[in-house]
C-alpha cells in the first residue's frame, strides 16, 4: 500500500482471499490478468449459489444444479491456487494465515468473504430443533425433516400427533422465511397431494412466525402486503408482533405464552458473523460483522478487506444488504483496487448499485423492486427467473436449471425428494466441518 509497510515483497505480491462465495470469487477473476499470486481457500471445494438454496431443501432442485467446484471455475486463470482448507485465525501483525493444520502463510494483501452464520440470538439450544438455511448440509436436513414428517404422519394413528407432524413452523418473515413458507405450502398442496393414502398432504398446516409488524420490512408497504396476499393464497398461517421464547421437541412457545404445537420448525430469523470475524480483534458491529471503512478495508489495515456478508460497510449513511449483488460489486472493488495500483493511498470510496431486492413466493407468484418499479405475482416471477438463471455459475447449471423449473411448473412435481441423511449424520457433518458459513446469505430478523 505504501512504503511504510514492510509486508510488501519484492516479486509478486500475495493475494489471500478467505472464501469462495460471490465476493471471494469476483475478487480472483478481477484480478485474472494482474501481476499477482492469489491463494483462495475455502472449507468447501464448490461455489455455492445460496439465493436458490432454499428450492434444494424444498426438494425442487439437487445440490450440484445451484453449485460449481471452485477449481472448475478458475481452472483457466493461472495465477490462482486454490486450497481446501479451513482458517484457524489471521495474525495482523504479522501479515500471516493459520490454517487449521497449523501452517501458517503469509499474504501481502488479505481479502476475507467467509460470510455469516445463522444466529439465533443468544439461544443456540434452539439450533437442534430449528433447522437454518446457510449451506448445502443444512438444506439436506431441512429437506429430510419436511419429508419425513409427511412419511411419519402416514404412519400414525394419534390423531393430534399427526396434527403436529403436519403443522410446520417457519420463524422470519424476511426473504428467506417467505421463500421456505411458500415452498412448504406448495410441497404439501400441489407436488405430494395424490401420493399418501391416509393422510391429506393439503392438511399441512404452514406457520410463518415473524416478530415485526409486517413481512419482507425491507420493501416498500405495498409490495409487504402483496406478498402476504400470495402467502394467504397459498394457505400459508402469518403470525405477526410474534416473540418466540422457546422452541424444543413439542413446539415453539411465544412471549404471551401460548404454544404452537409442532414437530418441525425451520429458521429465517437472522445471522451474525463468523467465527473468524469474531477471533480477528477489530471492531464489530451489534451482529458480529467486520466494521470497514469505505474502501472495505480495515480501519488502519489498508491491505486487508472484508467484502460480503461479513462487512457492515455504509454507504450514503446507511448499512448494506446482506445480498449476493453487494457482494459481487466489491469483490470487483477491491480486486480493482489491488489490480489498478499496488501502491496507491487515495482511493474512491466503495459505491453500491442497487439493481433491485427480489423475494419468490411460489409458482408464479414473487415480489421485485427495481428502482421506483415495484412488480408482484407473474411479471415479479418471471423476472426472478431470468435474475436467478442469469446469475447462476456455468452453462451447464443454467441450462439444467431452466429445463427442471420448466417440467415442475408443467408437471406440478418436484425430482429430488430422496431422504438420503439422517439428523445424527449431518451433526457429524457440522462437527466436522465447524460452524463458519459460505459468503452469500441474505435471511434478516424482520
Known amino acids: 500500500m505504501d512504503s511504510d509497510n514492510p509486508s510488501l515483497s519484492t516479486a509478486n505480491p500475495k493475494i489471500v482471499i478467505v472464501g469462495g462465495g460471490f465476493g471471494g470469487l469476483w475478487c480472483a477473476q478481477r484480478l485474472a490478468s494482474a501481476a499477482v499470486e492469489i491463494v483462495l ?24 444444479e445451484i453449485a460449481a467446484p471452485i477449481r472448475a471455475i478458475l481452472r483457466q486463470q493461472r495465477n490462482v491456487r486454490v486450497l481446501l482448507a479451513e482458517v484457524h485465525s489471521v495474525e495482523l501483525h504479522s501479515n500471516t ?27 443456540p439450544q434452539w439450533e437442534k430443533h430449528a433447522a437454518g438455511l446457510k449451506t448445502v448440509e443444512d438444506a439436506l436436513e431441512i429437506r429430510r ?53 391416509h393422510i391429506d398432504p393439503g392438511s399441512a398446516k404452514v406457520v410463518l412466525v415473524e416478530h415485526g409488524g409486517r413481512i419482507l420490512a425491507g420493501f416498500p408497504h405495498g409490495l409487504s402486503a402483496s406478498a402476504t396476499e400470495q402467502l394467504s393464497e397459498l394457505g400459508v398461517l402469518l403470525r405477526l408482533n410474534s416473540q418466540v421464547t422457546a422452541i424444543d421437541a413439542d413446539g415453539v412457545q411465544f412471549a404471551d405464552g401460548s404454544l404452537l404445537p409442532t414437530r418441525t420448525v425451520l429458521w429465517g430469523a437472522g445471522v451474525r458473523g463468523t467465527r473468524l470475524a469474531e477471533t480477528l480483534g477489530v471492531p464489530l458491529d451489534s451482529n458480529g460483522r467486520v466494521i470497514v471503512g469505505p474502501d472495505c478495508a480495515l480501519p488502519a489495515r489498508p491491505t486487508v478487506f472484508a467484502i460480503g456478508d461479513m462487512a457492515s460497510c455504509q454507504v450514503s449513511g446507511k448499512p448494506l444488504p446482506g445480498l449476493c449483488p453487494v457482494a459481487m460489486q ?14 496507491q493511498s487515495r482511493r474512491e470510496p466503495f459505491r453500491y448499485v442497487d439493481r433491485g431486492s427480489m423475494a419468490t413466493i411460489g409458482r408464479s407468484r414473487a415480489i421485485a423492486w427495481i428502482g421506483s418499479t415495484e ?29 427442471t423449473w420448466a417440467w415442475s411448473y408443467f408437471s406440478y412435481t418436484r425430482g429430488a425428494r430422496l431422504i438420503t441423511q439422517r439428523s445424527g449424520e449431518r451433526s457429524r457433518v457440522r462437527a466436522d466441518n465447524g460452524a463458519d458459513e459460505q459468503q452469500g446469505g441474505q435471511a434478516k430478523l424482520g
Open 41 to 64: 481457500i475455502d472449507r468447501t471445494n464448490h461455489h455455492l449459489f445460496q439465493p436458490l438454496l432454499y428450492q434444494v431443501a424444498m426438494a425442487g432442485l439437487s445440490p450440484a
Open 97 to 123: 494465515v493459520v490454517l487449521d493444520d497449523g501452517s501458517a502463510m503469509p499474504f501481502d494483501w488479505l481479502v476475507l468473504a467467509t460470510g455469516v452464520k445463522t444466529s439465533y440470538f443468544g439461544h
Open 145 to 197: 425433516r419436511v419429508l419425513m414428517a409427511f412419511e411419519q404422519a402416514e404412519r400414525c394413528a394419534d390423531p393430534q400427533e399427526r396434527d403436529r407432524l403436519l403443522t410446520f413452523v417457519v420463524i422470519g418473515g424476511g426473504p428467506t422465511g417467505v421463500e421456505l413458507a411458500g415452498a412448504i405450502a406448495e410441497l404439501a398442496h400441489t407436488v405430494l397431494a395424490q401420493e399418501f393414502r
Open 330 to 343: 466489491q469483490g470487483n472493488y477491491v480486486g480493482n483496487i489491488i489490480a489498478t495500483d499496488l501502491a
Open 375 to 403: 412488480l408482484s405475482g407473474y411479471l415479479a416471477w418471471l423476472a426472478w427467473l431470468v435474475v436467478h438463471l442469469m446469475q447462476l455459475i456455468g452453462f451447464r447449471n443454467r441450462f439444467v436449471v431452466l429445463i
